[in-house]
């Protein structure tokens, strides 16, 4: 399946509906990215969101994924 990169929230809300795959996963990271540089917000805001506290995901992998979107934003134009 090929995803494009999600331009607004509820592009990528809408992946809800689609079967999770790491495809998927790169589009919404890269989609995130994008919006939120859209919207003038910098990386220190978008990570901290990332690490707050939230009950889907524990710390550790928090701070995984604050790596993984710290890593794309960086290597993103």
Not at 1 to 7: D, Q, T, V
Not at 14 to 36: C, H, Y
Not at 68 to 76: D, H, N, P, R
Request: without cysteine.
């Amino acid at each position: 399946m090929h995803y494009s990169i999600p331009k607004s929230p509820e592009e990528i809300i809408a992946f809800r509906n689609q079967p999770v795959d790491e495809e998927m996963i790169v589009a919404a990271i890269a989609g995130l990215i994008k919006i939120t540089r859209s919207q003038g917000r910098s990386l220190e805001e978008l990570t901290a969101e990332v690490l707050a506290e939230d009950p889907l995901l524990d710390q550790v992998q928090r701070r995984w994924l604050s790596q993984i979107v710290t890593q794309a934003w960086e290597s993103l134009p």
